[in-house]
């Protein structure tokens, strides 16, 4: 069976930084694209990042451009690393997988999620 | 900045049929967008239930199905359940200046 399990979400001040961890169970990682996903407060959803399978090429959302950054390692864990955080981050962050390696075809699970509160 | 446009609401009676709509300020959405649709209910994580177009998953009921409409991606509810009142947002990949999925506003589907 597959599972995601969203961790690390908390209260971080504007331009803090935060670490989300994902941990997959019932199938490999490194085989399959992964993905971020967040919903603000009473929002739509909002593709944040992106990663082939193998920890492979990395594509991100222009509104977090060179502030996350998406990893895998060894340990079947998805990571994204938060830095620069904005009020406008504050957000539930979803762990989903993708249906291949690559990131075409789309999505299949989703994980509970995390929240994550940008605020003074 | 590309936008995926959905209707913001609709309104569909108990056994009825609904049709949703997913547009692309690109131009025509095509199956080379992929196109996903995703369910949420009030307090519950989102879940996928079309990949690709018109490809459920497994545990999709068969009254949903995904299709290609006059340009834009559709989900259509065949015989409408109270428990598919919920907001569906559609997912398109493009590939313009970087890859990337863009998410619609979403749909909230009313059934009264």
């Known amino acids: 069976e597959v599972q995601l399990l969203e961790s690390g979400g908390g209260l971080v001040q504007p331009g803090g930084s935060l670490r989300l961890s994902c941990e997959a169970s019932?199938?490999?990682?490194?085989?399959?694209?992964m993905n971020w996903v967040r919903q603000a407060p009473g929002k739509g959803l909002e593709w944040v990042s992106g990663?082939?399978?193998?920890?492979?090429?990395a594509f991100y959302a222009d509104s977090v451009k060179g502030r996350f950054t998406i990893s895998t390692d060894n340990s079947n864990t998805l990571y994204l690393q938060m830095n620069s955080l904005r009020v406008e981050d504050t957000a539930v962050y979803y762990c989903?997988?993708?249906?291949?390696?690559?990131?075409?075809?789309?999505?299949?699970?989703w994980g509970q999620g995390s929240l994550v509160t940008v605020s003074s | 900045q590309t936008v995926v446009t959905q209707e913001p609401s609709l309104t569909v009676s108990p056994g009825g049929t609904v049709t949703l709509t997913c547009a692309s300020s690109t131009g025509a959405v095509t199956s080379g967008n992929y196109p996903n649709w995703i369910q949420q209910k009030p307090g519950q994580a989102p879940r996928t239930l079309i990949y690709?177009?018109?490809n459920k998953h497994s545990w999709t009921p068969a009254r949903f199905s995904g299709s290609l409409l006059g340009g834009k991606a559709a989900l259509t509810v065949s015989g409408v359940q109270p428990e598919d009142e919920a907001e569906y947002y559609c997912?398109?990949?493009?590939?313009?200046?970087?890859?990337?999925?863009?998410f619609g506003g979403g749909t909230k589907l009313t059934v009264l």
């Open positions: 997912l398109l990949f493009h590939d313009g200046d970087g890859l990337r999925w863009l």
């Open positions: 989903v997988k993708g249906l291949q390696w690559g990131l075409l075809l789309g999505i299949d699970y």
């Open positions: 690709f177009t018109n």
């Open positions: 990663i082939r399978g193998g920890g492979g090429d």
């Open positions: 019932g199938f490999t990682l490194s085989s399959y694209a």
